[in-house]
């Protein structure tokens, strides 16, 4: 598969991306995407939820009225779950959401996702991008220039380029990652995914 490399400006250069085939173009496996993509937002989740129980309400221990002869339900001591400030029955508490995946599962997850934006003709390849200073407006007008600027998009450098990437925080809806970052979820959260051209050989070299 080959396709344009554009310039910062959005205009078709003279040179030709050549994607290949085992990472791009590859049958999708959706159960790979779905293990993948749960496995990260499992390990957004904090797991810090906790509420008190019976055991760590502070109160007396004392018993509130006598077992018989109230013509009442039996009560024990104001800790009871059924007393406002009582403990909580089976409350939740801390745990960790996150969970294995094999490094080949993940692996085949990402080509999948790369294989369904290709699919979709979602991929932009783009020359090699570099600001002088950090500028909100330059990434902006980039965007611009591809006619994205109402996009999600998700622009993947070959190495950390700060000012490019501090450029893009301020904007909804786009984002910069290096090609080690790359993610499941964040390809397919994206509407169109742009790849530099140095980029394209990290990725391809991690994921073959």
Aim: charged fraction near 30%; glycine fraction near 8%.
């Amino acid at each position: 598969m080959e396709l344009e490399v554009l310039d910062i400006k959005g205009k078709a250069t003279s040179k030709k991306a050549k994607l290949s085939e085992d990472v791009f173009g590859v049958e999708p496996n959706e159960h790979a995407i779905y293990l993948d993509v749960k496995q990260f937002l499992a390990n957004q989740r904090q797991g810090t939820s906790k509420a008190r129980e019976r055991s760590e309400v502070r109160g007396s221990r004392r018993k509130i009225r006598k077992q018989k002869g109230s013509g009442g339900a039996r009560f024990g001591d104001i800790k009871n779950p059924l007393f406002r400030g009582g403990g909580r029955v089976f409350g939740p508490r801390p745990k960790e959401h996150g969970f294995k995946l094999n490094k080949k599962l993940k692996q085949a997850a990402r080509r999948s996702a790369l294989s369904l934006m290709a699919t979709e003709k979602s991929i932009t390849v783009i020359e090699d991008l570099k600001f002088d200073a950090i500028k909100t407006k330059s990434y902006a007008e980039f965007l611009s220039n591809l006619k994205l600027s109402d996009k999600k998009t998700l622009l993947v450098t070959n190495e950390l380029e700060k000012n490019v990437y501090l450029s893009s925080r301020n904007l909804t809806g786009a984002k910069v990652v290096t090609a080690s970052e790359l993610n499941t979820y964040g390809i397919l959260n994206a509407n169109n995914l742009l790849l530099t051209e140095s980029a394209i050989a990290v990725i391809e070299k991690s994921l073959s």
